[in-house]
């Protein structure tokens, strides 16, 4: 079973549309968690890190679930300039290492 | 401004040839990582490390070796021993505690023909 799990789209919705991913966690003594977004041929960019009490940074809502060991992204008016892959980040500390979904695709059209 | 910096963005080498990327930090970060990506796949950890002088196997260590003389600097060579090397190359720092993000430098796309 792979650590973090993505579907990987892609999802293709029109500007202005809300969407959401959802990405899973197999081990439980996660500690930390992130949404990153890479565009085509680049380095992946922090887009949020994600808390126990949900977070919001403009158009972008991340929420955590513990007891279902899932974290979700939701982009609500959505822009073609979102057109991207996000990737789903899990940290745990004590063996000081990221895991990483496998990205899910974005495609915003006009 | 700090950042990651990775040289070169593209390389180009003939099989059967070490090729060494650079990759340096000024953000005072003790950990740094070494990615792979290739073609619609996700990263897969090569090694790590948490301190200068120290360094860890990752997922897919086998052809690659680093080092860590220095704090900013982690360089990988990828071995000729690498029989698909071949990949998008990242290369990644954080802060040494609980809920410190990764950032990357822009990646070297190594092509070995």
């Known amino acids: 079973r792979k650590e973090v799990e993505q579907d990987p789209g892609p999802f293709n919705v029109p500007e202005g549309a809300t969407v959401a991913f959802n990405c899973t966690y197999s081990n439980s003594a996660s500690q930390s968690f992130f949404w990153y977004r890479q565009d085509c041929r680049k380095e992946p960019k922090l887009l949020m890190s994600v808390y126990s009490s949900g977070n919001e940074d403009g158009r972008f809502t991340a929420q955590l679930n513990r007891a279902s060991q899932y974290i979700s992204l939701l982009i609500r008016d959505s822009k073609l300039s979102d057109s991207a892959t996000y990737l789903c980040?899990?940290?745990?500390?004590?063996?000081?290492?990221?895991?990483f979904g496998s990205g899910t695709k974005l495609n915003v059209k006009p | 401004d700090g950042g990651i910096t990775q040289s070169p963005k593209y390389l180009f080498r003939k099989e059967g040839q070490n090729v060494t990327l650079s990759c340096e930090q000024n953000?005072?970060?003790?950990?740094m990582y070494w990615y792979r990506q290739d073609p619609g796949q996700g990263l897969r950890l090569i090694y790590y490390?948490?301190?200068?002088?120290?360094?860890q196997k990752g997922d897919i260590a086998e052809g690659y070796s680093v080092s860590r003389e220095k704090k900013e600097s982690f360089p990988l060579t990828v071995t000729s021993a690498q029989k698909n090397p071949t990949a998008f190359y990242l290369c990644?720092?954080?802060?040494?505690?609980?809920?410190?993000?990764?950032?990357f430098g822009n990646g070297t796309r190594l092509t070995v023909t």
């Open positions: 980040v899990v940290n745990v500390f004590n063996f000081n290492k990221f895991y």
């Open positions: 953000l005072n970060h003790d950990a």
């Open positions: 990644a720092s954080s802060q040494d505690r609980v809920g410190s993000p990764l950032h």
């Open positions: 490390s948490q301190i200068v002088n120290d360094f």
